[in-house]
Structures are given as C-alpha cells and as structure tokens.
C-alpha cells in the first residue's frame, strides 16, 4: 500500500497537512477587503504628453472599442477593427486590474503568526508526505 502522492509519505502527514494549509490560508485570505476605484468619470490611466498629463477614463477606452466592432461587424477580416477592439478591451481589462485595491483589516501578531504557520507549515507538510524517500 502506498501513500500520498504513490510515495510512502503516508496519507495522514497528507490530510493533517493540507487541512492546516486551507486553514491558514482561508482566515489570511478572508483577512483582506478587496474594493476598486474604477468608474467611467475616473481615470484608468494617465498619460503624460503635450506638457501634462492626462487621464484616460473608461468612456474613452469604449469610444475605439465601439469603433472597432463596427469595422468588424461591416467586413471581418478588417485588421484596424480587431486592432481597435482588441485593443481597447485589452486596456479596459488591465485599466479595472489595476484599480482594484487590497486592505488588510486590523489583526493581532498572534492571529497574522498563527495564519502563516497554519498556512505554510501545512504546505511543508503536504509537499513531505508527496516526497519519496527511497
């Protein structure tokens, strides 16, 4: 009878460990608050040109994107039409990324030690019960 991962590891350390690992990393992960800025008044992006800068907002990123799809919709193979669609939705996908934000809400040393050891003390455990050690 072999163990965890075919290795004779053992199934036990396995389940001991992975039940740490989710552990840990379900209580550091529901510690965080994730919200965003994005917004079609708001910015996605600044750009800096003709002595200042100036913010791209969602708006201007769907008036090209809307473009686009009209060339695509009247001939398919309209290489400006992907360009432009593709484009613009490329940079609405990457401009709502990087408007998201991560908070931390406050915790004790304890709890933050107690997550990280649960977490990654269960993934050491899991990864020695996969290891062979013949």
Known sequence: MRGAGGTPGGTGPFWLGFVMMCAGFYMLLS??????TFGFRRSLFNVSGFGGQFGVTGGMILVPFVIGIGLIFYDRRSVA??????GS???FIIGVIASVNFRVHNITAFEFITMLVLGFGGLGIVLRSLRSTA
Do not use: I, K, Q, Y
């Open 31 to 36: 510690s965080v608050s994730v919200g965003t």
């Open 81 to 86: 039409g992907w360009l432009l669609a593709g």
């Open 89 to 91: 939705a490329a940079a």
